[in-house]
């Protein structure tokens, strides 16, 4: 097996180790692919474990990447979401490299944000793709012993643990159907019953396009606000169920192309969040 093989294998776990760092799609393969050229340039023969070599570098220029982009999120106009990873429903069984990034649902990377760079590798790293302390203190160049206490530290901020809670299936699809159901029909009521009572609404707009400044809280808000939105549309959409970071989500289309991607977050029978991405800088890779 050659070291490009090698790479290609190990390519899925490093994109979603980028993506889980950044959120963002475009600088994680970027990040993958200067994990490569250091890879390629160590000479592949000379490295031992090439899966553990490349999980390092790349975490470690993600964190570099992360670093900067903070500056720039500091001055992001709105809410911030990640750059979503989106299929379609009926694919049961994606096989883009980015497929294990799917688990990195877009509240947790959100959640995430709260975090300083090493405290989300360390979290990261134990919690969703489960390597061992002794493994992660390579990584980050830190005592198992103080990886430990970051991952405590980081639970802490974020929750316990950074994991997707389970929805039956079909609890999702009568919710899903429900929301839509309310959203295209224009129920106000029928809307704020399927939204969770305490349910908020994020909008990310980037300042590109208008969207939401705030977040929107509550269910009665967050209905009457996503009920204009349709009002103000001075177009038909066109709405397509997809798969958004593996929850349950909408892609609207509009007549050029891509307008926006809802993801929405469901537990306890209702929609829990919704999610809004129609900045268009994060729907190129959305087809």
Not at 260 to 277: H, K, P, W
Request: charged residues 25%; hydrophobic residues 45%; negative net charge.
């Amino acid at each position: 097996m050659t070291g490009a093989d090698v790479f290609e294998a190990c390519r899925p776990r490093l994109t979603a180790v980028a993506y889980g760092m950044l959120g963002d799609r475009g600088e994680a393969e970027d990040a993958v692919q200067d994990a490569w050229l250091r890879f390629a340039a160590a000479g592949t023969d000379a490295v031992r474990n090439a899966e553990a070599f490349l999980v390092t570098v790349t975490t470690r220029l993600a964190i570099d990447r992360l670093r900067s982009a903070r500056a720039r999120r500091e001055t992001y106009v709105g809410p911030w979401l990640p750059e979503p990873i989106v299929r379609d429903a009926a694919q049961d069984d994606p096989a883009d490299i980015v497929a294990e990034a799917e688990q990195l649902s877009l509240a947790l990377l959100v959640a995430l944000e709260r975090l300083d760079p090493v405290e989300r590798a360390v979290l990261l790293l134990r919690d969703v793709f489960d390597l061992e302390y002794e493994q992660i203190a390579d990584v980050v160049a830190k005592a198992p012993a103080n990886c430990r206490q970051l991952a405590r530290r980081a639970r802490a901020h974020v929750g316990e643990p950074a994991r997707r809670r389970p929805v039956d299936a079909e609890e999702e699809a009568r919710v899903l159907g429900a929301f839509i159901a309310a959203a295209t029909g224009g129920d106000v009521d029928a809307l704020i019953a399927v939204l969770a009572a305490d349910a908020n609404t994020y909008s990310d707009g980037g300042g590109v396009v208008t969207a939401a400044r705030k977040p929107i809280y509550g269910a009665a808000k967050s209905a009457r606000f996503l009920l204009g939105i349709q009002r103000k549309l001075a177009y038909t959409p066109e709405y397509m169920l997809v798969r958004v970071n593996g929850d349950p989500g909408i892609r609207t289309l509009g007549p050029d192309g891509v307008a926006s991607v809802l993801a929405l977050e469901i537990a306890d029978g209702r929609v829990a969040n919704v999610r809004i991405v129609n900045n268009p800088e994060k729907l190129t890779r959305v087809g």
